[in-house]
T-cell receptor
Framework: EAGVAQSPRYKIIEKRQSVAFWCNPI?????LYWYQQILGQGPKLLIQFQNNGVVDDSQLPKDRFSAERLKGVDSTLKIQPAKLEDSAVYLC?????????????????FGEGSRLTVL | GNSVTQMEGPVTLSEEAFLTINCTYT??????LFWYVQYPGEGLQLLLK?????DKGSNKGFEATYRKETTSFHLEKGSVQVSDSAVYFCALSAAGGYQKVTFGTGTKLQVIP
């Protein structure tokens, strides 16, 4: 079974430029998450999709970050314009159903991450 | 809100030493608890999990027991190997509604030969 795919693995940009990250979750997984992991910290949830709808984007800096999940499969996370403090690894994860009522216990499957450096 | 607190790192141990990484949580209801591991240059992967009080999760020689009375989920291994060097994250998945997973800050483990 193919895992969660992310690209690019590495990206270096100047501040105020834009960048986009792509994620392809495990086939059949309804829930997709984007996390930001700053060096030395735990992953912080940016946005959570259930199929192609957003269920939590409370920590997404909406003035510069945007995300979409077309047709409930692939997702793209965009940053425009980037700031120095956006330097981090952006992790995509997916889970099967994402709902407690379905009996899913919440295991996440992660991609390898996209490392962003903003100069 | 929900939160996870785990011991500060880095933790440096000699090969075959006993490992404990402490993790405590705050949550309403009965969350599921997880340990994820991140090896150098790789993404996070599930190490073990427990879904109800007194459950013991185990994998690759690691164990953790869901202790509701102390709101803890400490990770243990009796004899660590160099290959266990990684960052370990404690996490919880909140009960009810759409799952939201909250992570601790991570504990870096370095095992020296």
């Amino acid at each position: 079974e193919a895992g969660v795919a992310q690209s690019p693995r590495y990206k270096i940009i100047e501040k105020r430029q834009s960048v986009a990250f792509w994620c392809n979750p495990i086939s059949g997984h309804a829930t997709l998450y984007w996390y930001q992991q700053i060096l030395g910290q735990g992953p912080k949830l940016l946005i959570q999709f259930q199929n192609n709808g957003v269920v939590d984007d409370s920590q997404l800096p909406k003035d510069r970050f945007s995300a979409e999940r077309l047709k409930g499969v692939d997702s793209t996370l965009k940053i425009q314009p980037a700031k120095l403090e956006d330097s981090a690894v952006y992790l995509c994860a997916s889970s099967f159903r994402g709902s407690w009522t379905s009996g899913d216990t919440g295991e996440l499957f992660f991609g390898e991450g996209s490392r962003l450096t903003v100069l | 809100g929900n939160s996870v607190t785990q011991m500060e790192g880095p933790v440096t141990l000699s090969e075959e030493a006993f490992l404990t990484i402490n993790c405590t949580y705050t949550a309403t209801g009965y969350p599921s608890l997880f340990w994820y591991v991140q090896y150098p240059g790789e993404g996070l992967q599930l190490l073990l999990k427990a879904t109800k009080a007194d459950d013991k999760g185990s994998n690759k020689g690691f164990e953790a027991t869901y202790r509701k009375e102390t709101t803890s989920f400490h990770l243990e291994k009796g004899s660590v190997q160099v290959s266990d060097s990684a960052v370990y994250f404690c996490a919880l998945s909140a009960a009810g509604g759409y799952q939201k997973v909250t992570f601790g800050t991570g504990t870096k483990l370095q095992v020296i030969p």
